[in-house]
Protein backbone atom coordinates (compact mmCIF):
# COMPACT_ATOMS: atom_id res chain seq x y z
CA UNK A 1 0.00 0.00 0.00
CA UNK A 2 1.29 3.53 -0.60
CA UNK A 3 2.36 6.29 1.62
CA UNK A 4 -0.66 8.37 0.11
CA UNK A 5 -3.30 5.47 1.01
CA UNK A 6 -2.32 4.50 4.01
CA UNK A 7 -2.65 8.25 5.27
CA UNK A 8 -6.61 8.66 3.43
CA UNK A 9 -7.11 5.36 5.26
CA UNK A 10 -5.37 6.93 8.47
CA UNK A 11 -7.45 10.40 7.82
CA UNK A 12 -10.58 8.53 7.47
CA UNK A 13 -10.60 6.64 10.80
CA UNK A 14 -9.84 9.44 12.93
CA UNK A 15 -12.66 11.15 10.87
CA UNK A 16 -15.21 8.61 11.81
CA UNK A 17 -14.48 8.44 15.38
CA UNK A 18 -14.13 11.86 15.90
CA UNK A 19 -18.06 12.07 14.53
CA UNK A 20 -19.29 9.26 16.69
CA UNK A 21 -17.80 11.24 19.80
CA UNK A 22 -19.18 15.13 18.90
CA UNK A 23 -22.83 14.40 19.72
CA UNK A 24 -22.01 12.39 22.84
CA UNK A 25 -22.93 14.50 25.90
CA UNK A 26 -20.00 14.50 28.94
CA UNK A 27 -20.56 12.09 31.68
CA UNK A 28 -23.63 13.27 34.24
CA UNK A 29 -25.21 14.73 31.20
CA UNK A 30 -26.53 11.55 30.02
CA UNK A 31 -30.68 12.17 29.14
CA UNK A 32 -32.59 10.42 31.28
CA UNK A 33 -35.97 8.73 30.25
CA UNK A 34 -38.99 10.28 28.60
CA UNK A 35 -41.63 11.27 30.75
CA UNK A 36 -45.04 10.56 29.13
CA UNK A 37 -47.29 13.94 28.37
CA UNK A 38 -49.52 15.20 31.01
CA UNK A 39 -52.82 14.24 31.44
CA UNK A 40 -55.59 16.94 32.61
CA UNK A 41 -56.69 16.08 35.88
CA UNK A 42 -60.24 14.45 36.25
CA UNK A 43 -62.66 17.69 37.93
CA UNK A 44 -63.25 17.61 41.13
CA UNK A 45 -65.81 16.12 42.19
CA UNK A 46 -68.53 18.57 43.98
CA UNK A 47 -71.73 18.03 45.85
CA UNK A 48 -73.62 20.85 46.47
CA UNK A 49 -76.36 21.81 49.53
CA UNK A 50 -78.98 24.54 49.40
CA UNK A 51 -80.67 24.46 53.08
CA UNK A 52 -81.73 26.94 55.83
CA UNK A 53 -78.83 26.60 57.89
CA UNK A 54 -80.29 29.89 60.02
CA UNK A 55 -83.84 30.77 60.22
CA UNK A 56 -87.01 29.09 61.31
CA UNK A 57 -85.92 26.06 59.89
CA UNK A 58 -82.45 26.04 60.83
CA UNK A 59 -83.13 22.77 62.77
CA UNK A 60 -84.08 20.78 59.92
CA UNK A 61 -81.16 21.85 57.56
CA UNK A 62 -78.28 21.46 60.06
CA UNK A 63 -79.69 17.44 60.51
CA UNK A 64 -80.01 17.14 56.99
CA UNK A 65 -76.61 18.72 56.97
CA UNK A 66 -75.45 16.37 59.44
CA UNK A 67 -76.72 13.22 57.86
CA UNK A 68 -75.13 13.79 54.68
CA UNK A 69 -72.05 14.83 56.26
CA UNK A 70 -71.87 11.60 58.00
CA UNK A 71 -72.88 9.48 55.14
CA UNK A 72 -69.51 10.79 53.42
CA UNK A 73 -66.94 10.47 56.43
CA UNK A 74 -67.98 7.00 56.87
CA UNK A 75 -68.69 5.68 52.98
CA UNK A 76 -67.13 8.44 50.56
CA UNK A 77 -63.20 7.01 50.77
CA UNK A 78 -63.99 4.38 47.78
CA UNK A 79 -65.78 7.18 45.72
CA UNK A 80 -63.13 10.07 46.42
CA UNK A 81 -65.93 12.15 47.91
CA UNK A 82 -65.75 13.36 51.54
CA UNK A 83 -67.13 16.64 53.38
CA UNK A 84 -64.41 18.48 51.79
CA UNK A 85 -66.02 18.43 48.28
CA UNK A 86 -69.67 20.13 49.86
CA UNK A 87 -70.87 23.30 48.32
CA UNK A 88 -73.13 24.58 51.28
CA UNK A 89 -75.40 27.57 50.95
CA UNK A 90 -78.10 28.60 53.04
CA UNK A 91 -81.10 30.56 52.30
CA UNK A 92 -82.40 30.99 56.10
CA UNK A 93 -85.85 32.19 55.70
CA UNK A 94 -85.39 33.70 52.51
CA UNK A 95 -86.75 30.78 49.91
CA UNK A 96 -87.07 33.17 47.16
CA UNK A 97 -83.14 33.56 46.70
CA UNK A 98 -83.09 29.49 46.25
CA UNK A 99 -82.85 30.36 42.78
CA UNK A 100 -80.17 32.63 42.73
CA UNK A 101 -78.23 30.29 45.55
CA UNK A 102 -78.56 27.39 43.15
CA UNK A 103 -77.57 29.14 39.50
CA UNK A 104 -74.44 29.67 41.55
CA UNK A 105 -73.84 26.16 42.75
CA UNK A 106 -75.13 25.02 39.09
CA UNK A 107 -73.51 27.45 36.92
CA UNK A 108 -70.55 28.43 38.65
CA UNK A 109 -69.53 25.84 41.11
CA UNK A 110 -70.55 22.92 38.42
CA UNK A 111 -72.02 20.91 40.92
CA UNK A 112 -73.97 17.47 38.96
CA UNK A 113 -76.08 17.27 42.12
CA UNK A 114 -77.24 18.97 45.23
CA UNK A 115 -79.51 18.17 48.68
CA UNK A 116 -82.01 20.80 48.89
CA UNK A 117 -84.25 23.08 48.90
CA UNK A 118 -86.15 21.54 51.41
CA UNK A 119 -89.35 24.05 50.85
CA UNK A 120 -91.58 22.92 47.70
CA UNK A 121 -91.43 26.39 46.50
CA UNK A 122 -87.57 26.34 46.83
CA UNK A 123 -87.65 23.28 44.89
CA UNK A 124 -90.10 24.56 42.62
CA UNK A 125 -88.01 27.82 41.50
CA UNK A 126 -84.90 25.42 40.73
CA UNK A 127 -86.13 22.64 38.69
CA UNK A 128 -85.91 23.88 35.55
CA UNK A 129 -82.19 25.20 35.51
CA UNK A 130 -81.70 22.26 37.11
CA UNK A 131 -83.33 20.10 34.58
CA UNK A 132 -81.56 22.45 31.81
CA UNK A 133 -78.56 21.96 33.18
CA UNK A 134 -79.18 18.16 33.71
CA UNK A 135 -78.39 18.20 37.78
CA UNK A 136 -80.20 15.89 40.27
CA UNK A 137 -82.19 17.47 43.03
CA UNK A 138 -82.54 15.32 46.29
CA UNK A 139 -85.23 16.82 48.48
CA UNK A 140 -87.22 15.48 51.92
CA UNK A 141 -90.52 17.79 50.60
CA UNK A 142 -93.00 15.21 50.97
CA UNK A 143 -95.68 18.07 49.88
CA UNK A 144 -96.80 18.35 46.70
CA UNK A 145 -94.79 20.26 44.05
CA UNK A 146 -95.24 21.41 40.21
CA UNK A 147 -92.74 19.97 38.30
CA UNK A 148 -91.71 19.70 34.79
CA UNK A 149 -92.82 15.97 33.22
CA UNK A 150 -90.29 16.47 30.50
CA UNK A 151 -87.24 14.24 32.64
CA UNK A 152 -87.67 14.40 36.42
CA UNK A 153 -84.12 15.68 38.10
CA UNK A 154 -85.89 16.31 41.09
CA UNK A 155 -86.14 13.62 43.67
CA UNK A 156 -88.00 12.99 47.23
CA UNK A 157 -86.00 11.59 50.25
CA UNK A 158 -89.65 10.29 51.05
CA UNK A 159 -93.05 9.92 50.01
CA UNK A 160 -95.47 11.87 49.38
CA UNK A 161 -98.63 12.53 51.81
CA UNK A 162 -101.07 10.83 49.15
CA UNK A 163 -98.39 7.47 48.99
CA UNK A 164 -98.80 7.57 52.94
CA UNK A 165 -102.17 7.72 52.87
CA UNK A 166 -102.44 4.74 50.15
CA UNK A 167 -100.00 2.59 51.88
CA UNK A 168 -101.76 2.70 55.43
CA UNK A 169 -104.77 2.10 53.56
CA UNK A 170 -103.42 -1.59 52.51
CA UNK A 171 -101.65 -1.69 55.75
CA UNK A 172 -105.00 -1.91 57.48
CA UNK A 173 -106.42 -4.39 55.12
CA UNK A 174 -103.86 -6.60 55.25
CA UNK A 175 -104.58 -6.46 58.95
CA UNK A 176 -107.66 -7.77 58.28
CA UNK A 177 -109.75 -4.11 59.57
CA UNK A 178 -112.64 -4.42 57.06
CA UNK A 179 -114.41 -1.17 57.92
CA UNK A 180 -113.41 2.22 59.33
CA UNK A 181 -114.20 5.43 60.15
CA UNK A 182 -112.02 8.98 59.08
CA UNK A 183 -111.36 11.63 61.46
CA UNK A 184 -109.49 14.31 59.99
CA UNK A 185 -108.48 17.48 60.25
CA UNK A 186 -110.26 20.64 58.10
CA UNK A 187 -107.13 22.87 58.63
CA UNK A 188 -104.53 20.49 57.61
CA UNK A 189 -103.89 20.08 53.97
CA UNK A 190 -101.26 16.88 54.84
CA UNK A 191 -104.11 15.59 56.72
CA UNK A 192 -107.08 15.56 54.24
CA UNK A 193 -104.70 14.56 51.32
CA UNK A 194 -103.92 11.63 53.29
CA UNK A 195 -107.79 11.02 54.21
CA UNK A 196 -108.46 11.20 50.49
CA UNK A 197 -105.90 8.58 49.20
CA UNK A 198 -106.82 5.80 52.60
CA UNK A 199 -110.55 6.17 51.81
CA UNK A 200 -109.73 5.83 47.78
CA UNK A 201 -107.40 2.74 47.96
CA UNK A 202 -109.39 1.05 51.57
CA UNK A 203 -112.57 1.30 49.13
CA UNK A 204 -111.15 0.09 45.97
CA UNK A 205 -109.99 -2.87 47.77
CA UNK A 206 -112.39 -4.09 49.68
CA UNK A 207 -113.01 -1.46 52.35
CA UNK A 208 -115.89 0.54 53.66
CA UNK A 209 -115.74 4.05 54.85
CA UNK A 210 -118.81 4.32 57.40
CA UNK A 211 -118.24 7.70 58.26
CA UNK A 212 -115.98 10.60 58.00
CA UNK A 213 -115.71 13.49 60.46
CA UNK A 214 -113.72 16.59 60.49
CA UNK A 215 -112.44 18.90 63.36
CA UNK A 216 -110.45 21.93 63.61
CA UNK A 217 -106.91 21.47 64.38
CA UNK A 218 -106.12 22.92 67.59
CA UNK A 219 -109.27 21.54 68.96
CA UNK A 220 -109.41 19.92 72.39
CA UNK A 221 -113.25 18.48 72.92
CA UNK A 222 -113.54 15.36 71.39
CA UNK A 223 -116.30 13.98 73.04
CA UNK A 224 -119.30 14.43 70.34
CA UNK A 225 -116.98 13.18 67.55
CA UNK A 226 -115.96 9.93 69.29
CA UNK A 227 -119.26 9.32 69.87
CA UNK A 228 -120.56 10.38 66.46
CA UNK A 229 -117.56 7.72 65.29
CA UNK A 230 -118.74 4.69 67.51
CA UNK A 231 -121.84 4.69 66.50
CA UNK A 232 -120.78 3.27 63.33
CA UNK A 233 -119.25 0.37 64.86
CA UNK A 234 -115.94 0.65 62.84
CA UNK A 235 -113.21 -2.09 63.06
CA UNK A 236 -110.96 1.01 62.89
CA UNK A 237 -110.46 4.41 63.44
CA UNK A 238 -108.42 6.52 60.78
CA UNK A 239 -106.52 9.94 62.71
CA UNK A 240 -104.28 11.60 59.84
CA UNK A 241 -103.84 15.02 61.17
CA UNK A 242 -101.47 15.95 64.15
CA UNK A 243 -100.48 14.01 67.54
CA UNK A 244 -101.94 16.29 70.03
CA UNK A 245 -105.43 15.97 68.94
CA UNK A 246 -105.19 12.50 67.93
CA UNK A 247 -103.88 11.88 71.69
CA UNK A 248 -106.92 13.62 72.52
CA UNK A 249 -108.74 11.74 71.03
CA UNK A 250 -107.62 8.41 71.67
CA UNK A 251 -108.05 9.64 75.42
CA UNK A 252 -112.02 10.46 74.70
CA UNK A 253 -112.25 6.80 73.25
CA UNK A 254 -110.51 5.24 76.45
CA UNK A 255 -113.11 7.29 78.32
CA UNK A 256 -115.93 6.15 76.40
CA UNK A 257 -115.29 2.72 76.21
CA UNK A 258 -114.70 2.76 72.44
CA UNK A 259 -113.92 -0.63 70.61
CA UNK A 260 -111.67 -0.21 67.94
CA UNK A 261 -108.24 0.25 66.89
CA UNK A 262 -106.17 3.22 65.27
CA UNK A 263 -103.83 3.80 62.56
CA UNK A 264 -102.67 7.43 62.53
CA UNK A 265 -99.90 9.74 60.59
CA UNK A 266 -96.10 10.51 60.70
CA UNK A 267 -96.87 13.70 62.07
CA UNK A 268 -96.64 11.44 65.08
CA UNK A 269 -93.29 11.13 65.11
CA UNK A 270 -92.63 13.41 68.60
CA UNK A 271 -94.60 15.50 70.71
CA UNK A 272 -97.48 14.70 73.26
CA UNK A 273 -97.65 11.55 75.27
CA UNK A 274 -100.34 8.75 74.29
CA UNK A 275 -102.46 7.10 77.04
CA UNK A 276 -100.79 4.80 78.62
CA UNK A 277 -103.89 1.71 78.56
CA UNK A 278 -105.57 2.15 74.93
CA UNK A 279 -108.12 -0.53 75.60
CA UNK A 280 -108.64 -4.18 75.64
CA UNK A 281 -108.28 -5.49 72.08
CA UNK A 282 -106.88 -2.08 70.67
CA UNK A 283 -103.30 -1.75 68.50
CA UNK A 284 -102.82 2.00 67.63
CA UNK A 285 -100.20 1.91 65.41
CA UNK A 286 -98.44 4.84 62.92
CA UNK A 287 -96.32 5.64 59.84
CA UNK A 288 -92.92 7.34 59.91
CA UNK A 289 -90.00 8.84 58.17
CA UNK A 290 -87.06 7.12 60.25
CA UNK A 291 -86.88 4.59 63.35
CA UNK A 292 -83.92 3.73 66.02
CA UNK A 293 -85.95 0.09 66.08
CA UNK A 294 -85.90 -0.67 62.45
CA UNK A 295 -84.26 -4.25 62.15
CA UNK A 296 -81.85 -3.08 59.44
CA UNK A 297 -77.90 -3.50 59.68
CA UNK A 298 -77.54 -0.13 57.87
CA UNK A 299 -80.11 1.67 60.23
CA UNK A 300 -78.59 -0.21 63.27
CA UNK A 301 -74.89 1.50 61.84
CA UNK A 302 -76.14 5.07 61.11
CA UNK A 303 -77.68 4.81 64.60
CA UNK A 304 -74.40 4.03 66.50
CA UNK A 305 -72.15 6.37 64.31
CA UNK A 306 -74.69 9.12 64.42
CA UNK A 307 -74.58 8.70 68.34
CA UNK A 308 -71.02 8.17 68.87
CA UNK A 309 -70.20 11.25 66.97
CA UNK A 310 -72.90 13.96 67.85
CA UNK A 311 -74.05 12.19 71.79
CA UNK A 312 -77.17 12.56 70.89
CA UNK A 313 -79.71 9.98 68.94
CA UNK A 314 -80.66 10.82 65.30
CA UNK A 315 -83.97 11.75 63.89
CA UNK A 316 -85.62 12.05 60.40
CA UNK A 317 -83.91 14.69 58.84
CA UNK A 318 -80.81 13.33 59.87
CA UNK A 319 -82.02 9.81 58.28
CA UNK A 320 -82.72 11.34 55.55
CA UNK A 321 -79.73 13.53 55.03
CA UNK A 322 -77.66 10.39 55.48
CA UNK A 323 -79.68 8.27 52.95
CA UNK A 324 -79.11 11.33 50.23
CA UNK A 325 -75.32 11.02 50.91
CA UNK A 326 -75.53 7.31 50.38
CA UNK A 327 -77.31 7.95 46.85
CA UNK A 328 -74.84 10.79 46.08
CA UNK A 329 -72.06 7.99 46.88
CA UNK A 330 -73.53 5.31 44.94
CA UNK A 331 -74.55 7.19 41.84
CA UNK A 332 -70.69 8.59 41.76
CA UNK A 333 -69.25 4.94 41.65
CA UNK A 334 -71.49 3.72 39.06
CA UNK A 335 -70.99 7.02 37.02
CA UNK A 336 -68.63 6.70 33.81
CA UNK A 337 -66.73 9.02 32.66
CA UNK A 338 -64.45 12.00 34.84
CA UNK A 339 -68.03 13.75 35.29
CA UNK A 340 -70.47 11.33 34.52
CA UNK A 341 -74.24 11.60 34.60
CA UNK A 342 -74.96 11.84 38.11
CA UNK A 343 -79.35 12.79 36.69
CA UNK A 344 -79.40 9.01 34.94
CA UNK A 345 -77.34 7.14 37.53
CA UNK A 346 -80.21 8.50 40.38
CA UNK A 347 -82.54 7.43 37.81
CA UNK A 348 -81.34 3.95 37.64
CA UNK A 349 -81.05 3.18 41.98
CA UNK A 350 -82.11 -0.37 42.36
CA UNK A 351 -83.25 -1.08 46.15
CA UNK A 352 -80.37 0.67 47.71
CA UNK A 353 -80.42 0.03 51.86
CA UNK A 354 -80.66 3.09 53.60
CA UNK A 355 -81.53 4.17 57.18
CA UNK A 356 -85.09 4.80 56.68
CA UNK A 357 -85.51 1.92 54.21
CA UNK A 358 -84.89 0.70 51.39
CA UNK A 359 -84.01 3.41 48.09
CA UNK A 360 -85.32 2.73 44.76
CA UNK A 361 -85.87 5.62 42.03
CA UNK A 362 -89.39 6.12 40.93
CA UNK A 363 -91.01 9.42 39.45
CA UNK A 364 -89.94 12.07 41.74
CA UNK A 365 -89.59 9.38 44.54
CA UNK A 366 -86.62 6.94 46.01
CA UNK A 367 -88.51 6.05 49.45
CA UNK A 368 -89.66 2.53 48.70
CA UNK A 369 -90.23 1.30 52.44
CA UNK A 370 -92.55 3.15 54.95
CA UNK A 371 -91.65 2.33 58.79
CA UNK A 372 -95.08 1.25 60.89
CA UNK A 373 -94.92 1.54 64.87
CA UNK A 374 -97.28 0.22 67.35
CA UNK A 375 -98.09 1.91 70.67
CA UNK A 376 -96.85 -0.18 73.71
CA UNK A 377 -97.49 1.67 77.33
CA UNK A 378 -96.64 5.03 76.25
CA UNK A 379 -93.78 4.62 73.81
CA UNK A 380 -94.26 3.77 69.80
CA UNK A 381 -92.02 0.62 68.46
CA UNK A 382 -90.89 -0.72 65.59
CA UNK A 383 -93.80 -3.43 64.13
CA UNK A 384 -93.02 -3.23 60.33
CA UNK A 385 -92.45 -2.05 57.37
CA UNK A 386 -94.81 -1.40 54.58
CA UNK A 387 -93.66 -1.03 50.50
CA UNK A 388 -94.33 2.33 49.41
CA UNK A 389 -95.90 1.57 45.85
Request: hydrophobic share 40%.
Amino acid sequence: MTLRKVSGALALILCLAFAGGCGRKPPGEEPGPVEPPSRPEPPKKVVGVLLPLSGTHKDEGEALLAGLKLALRKKGVPVGLDEGCLEVRDYGDSVTDSLGLARDLIEVQKVPVMLGPSDPRGVEMVEELARQRKVAVLTPVAAPMKLSEVRPVVWRLTCTDEEEGRVMAAFALKKLFRTVAIIVDSRGEASERRAAAFSRHFTESGGHVLTQLSYAGGDTSFRRLVRMAAEKRPDLFYLPGGRPEAAAIIEEMKQQKVVGSVVGSSDWDTGTRFPSEVGPGWAVFAPCRFHAGRSSLVTAAFVTDFQTEAKVAPGAAEALGYDAGLIILDAFSRARGADGSIVSEIADVKLLAGATGRLAARKWGLAADLTVLRLKGQDFVFETDVVVE
